[in-house]
T-cell receptor, first 110, second 114 residues
Framework: LAKTTQPISMDSYEGQEVNITCSHNNIATNDYITWYQQFPSQGPRFIIQ???TKVTNEVASLFIPADRKSSTLSLPRVSLSDTAVYYCLVGDTGRRALTFGSGTRLQVQP | DAGVTQSPTHLIKTRGQQVTLRCSPKSGHDTVSWYQQALGQGPQFIFQ???????QRGNFPDRFSGHQFPNYSSELNVNALLLGDSALYLCASSPWTADNYGYTFGSGTRLTVV
């Protein structure tokens, strides 16, 4: 499984756009990139998944360059409720065990 | 549509005891995975069940065992509890036949071993 590297923590203010970048230099051809969000004392929640280029849903956007060695999760106009840990995962199918790193702890200030 | 349900939400056990945690998957999901999350760490994969069989297993000792029932619900058993087993235990479900599908996690069971 491809190893991922992401910042340990980030700070932002309400209303700002937040971009969290994840590096995955050894990503395999069949691997997808998936992001999860976790609030304290809750399980991770699936946010977005992509293979290449750009994916957008009602929560976030995911930007993946052509070489796929990195990806950026973009959260538009964050609010206090977006304070959470964000995990970047790389893997080939939904059946495989998920490998979580330590994630990025996002703190949104008023 | 109920999501993943785990019970109990909190549990305190004494070192050396045995514990059983329970999980009901999201409706329509037939695959259940268990994860252990220590404080400040990401979840670590324990094992996965499909068709009542263990399909994958992470780097956990045999003290950790599981079961899946015909209705797809699952149990996680931990024997001879150690202080280091204190963690949030998460259950995740997904459809076996779906590729690249996001898992649905429960809120977990907080196990404290004293």
């Amino acid at each position: 499984l491809a190893k991922t590297t992401q910042p340990i923590s980030m700070d932002s203010y309400e209303g700002q756009e937040v971009n969290i970048t994840c590096s995955h230099n050894n990503i395999a051809t069949n691997d997808y990139i998936t992001w999860y969000q976790q609030f304290p004392s809750q399980g991770p929640r699936f946010i977005i998944q992509g293979y290449k280029t750009k994916v957008t849903n009602e929560v976030a956007s995911l930007f993946i360059p052509a070489d796929r060695k990195s990806s950026t999760l973009s959260l538009p106009r964050v609010s206090l409720s977006d304070t959470a840990v964000y995990y970047c995962l790389v893997g080939d199918t939904g059946r495989r065990a998920l490998t979580f790193g330590s994630g990025t702890r996002l703190q949104v200030q008023p | 549509d109920a999501g993943v349900t785990q019970s109990p939400t909190h549990l305190i056990k004494t070192r050396g005891q045995q514990v059983t945690l329970r999980c009901s998957p999201k409706s329509g999901h037939d695959t259940v995975s268990w994860y252990q999350q220590a404080l400040g760490q990401g979840p670590q994969f324990i094992f996965q069940y499909y068709e009542e069989e263990e399909r994958q297993r992470g780097n956990f000792p045999d003290r950790f065992s599981g079961h899946q029932f015909p209705n797809y619900s699952s149990e996680l058993n931990v024997n001879a509890l150690l202080l280091g087993d204190s963690a949030l235990y998460l259950c995740a479900s997904s459809p076996w036949t779906a590729d690249n599908y996001g898992y649905t996690f429960g809120s977990g069971t907080r196990l404290t071993v004293v």
